[in-house]
């Protein structure tokens, strides 16, 4: 006989040891969740509440329609990779063999992650710069690998180069950057990437470059992509995200260039990860890309969001960080309260109906700093009705 209505239970027998026993939710989930719960207006986890292109969305539903809904090749639609490979040589002036050197990832988080996996063993060290996006460092943890963190410089998350050398050992197998910056929305200068040249010039250290935002710069500021520099690229893997780039984060879709070398490693990591990606959503960025105007004025689009939120909250007592990339705006609340940043988060989401970010969440210790992430790419509506309520504050 079945057993009806039965609950499964944890078995005693099984004692596990967590590979990650420090990790709980991701704090954006933790966030939404909480904003969720309060109906609170959720300006915490980084996705846009307006649509995406129709003609986009009418590509994906061509190339359904044409039947090309079964498994793609396993480093992305070939189509796709050639038209990442013009647009990066066109941008950047760097050659990427379409064939041997992009891979199409299931997002970027899964690329960095497939990317740490491919090279970080035990023992390992990885220099990350905190505050860190929370997905670098439990990477890391899980495969063996000892996590080193050089804080950003307050207030304007500066690196702080006269000090990075001495993190630095026999055992430093990669560094990973992050520009524009998750969370702070700050970009690096042609002096980091001078810097980052001079410190690892003749040493054994490959790079990770998260550049997912790449498109996503104010104020005639230019993208310091690894890919400009052949020194970087030769030793790099750069990360990229249509998801981010196209406001479509649910359809996950990224991308990695690296060196054929590099990219054979990734590959063996990742055809057993995920093995390809979603086929018609390929095809339709492919067709896509092809017309420049269709991410040219993502610069001045989020821009404007960004002027428009910051003059919505200037009678406010929050007071802005300089913001010049992402669609991440950075407010100190110190002279409303001296609350730990989770315990303010929380209570803003509760009894004011908007939920943040706190900073703490981006750093290894929980450094506390008075800081709140807001993301700012939302309908002119949400973010007027946001800051009304910040304004009261």
């Known amino acids: 006989m079945r057993p009806e ?42 996705f846009p509440d307006f649509p995406i292109s129709e003609k986009l969305i009418s590509l994906v539903n061509k190339y359904m329609n044409m039947g090309y809904n079964q498994y793609s090749p396993m480093p992305g639609v070939l189509k796709l990779r050639e038209v990442i490979s013009e647009i990066v040589n066109k941008n950047y002036s760097a050659h990427y063999d379409p064939i041997t050197e992009i891979t199409i990832t299931a997002g970027a988080t899964q690329a960095i992650y497939t990317i740490i ?9 990885v220099i990350i710069f905190e505050p860190a996006y929370d997905s670098y460092a439990p990477s890391v943890k899980v495969n063996g690998g000892l996590v080193k963190y050089a804080t950003l410089k307050l207030p304007d998350f500066s690196i702080d180069w006269e000090k990075f050398p001495a993190l630095i050992s026999s055992n430093t197998r990669m560094i990973i950057i992050n520009s524009p910056h998750n969370p702070s929305g700050t970009v690096l200068s042609h002096n980091d990437i001078n810097q980052l040249i ?10 990770l470059s998260d550049e997912v935002y790449e498109h996503l710069i104010f104020d005639g500021l230019m993208h310091e992509s690894l890919c400009r520099y052949p020194e970087l690229a030769s030793k790099s893997f750069v ?23 590099l990219t054979a490693e990734l590959r063996k990591i990742h055809q057993f990860l995920v093995f390809s990606t979603n086929t018609p959503i390929q095809y339709a960025f492919a067709e896509f890309l092809e017309d420049e105007a269709n991410y040219k004025h993502l610069p001045e689009f989020y821009q404007k969001k960004r002027d428009t939120f910051l003059k919505l909250i200037k009678t406010s007592r929050f007071k802005p960080l300089k913001c010049s990339g992402t669609y991440f705006l950075t407010l100190d609340y110190s002279d409303i309260s001296d609350e730990n940043e989770m315990d303010f988060a929380v209570r803003l989401t509760r009894e004011h109906k908007i939920a943040s970010i706190p900073f703490s969440a981006f750093y290894n210790k929980n450094n506390n700093n008075n800081l709140l992430r807001f993301c700012f790419a939302k309908t002119d509506g949400t973010l007027e009705k946001a800051a009304k309520i910040l304004c009261k504050i």
């Open 5 to 46: 209505n039965f609950k499964i239970m944890d078995n005693p027998q099984w004692q596990l040891s967590s590979k990650l026993p420090n990790v709980g939710n991701s704090i954006f989930a933790v966030m939404t969740q909480l904003a969720n719960e309060n109906n609170a207006i959720n300006l915490s986890q980084g």
């Open 117 to 125: 996996s491919a090279i970080v063993r035990a023992d390992d060290e």
């Open 198 to 207: 001079r410190i690892t010039r003749n040493r054994d250290i490959l790079i």
């Open 239 to 261: 990360v990229g995200s249509f998801g981010k780039t196209f406001h479509a984060t649910g359809w996950k879709t990224g991308f990695v260039l690296a060196p054929a070398n």
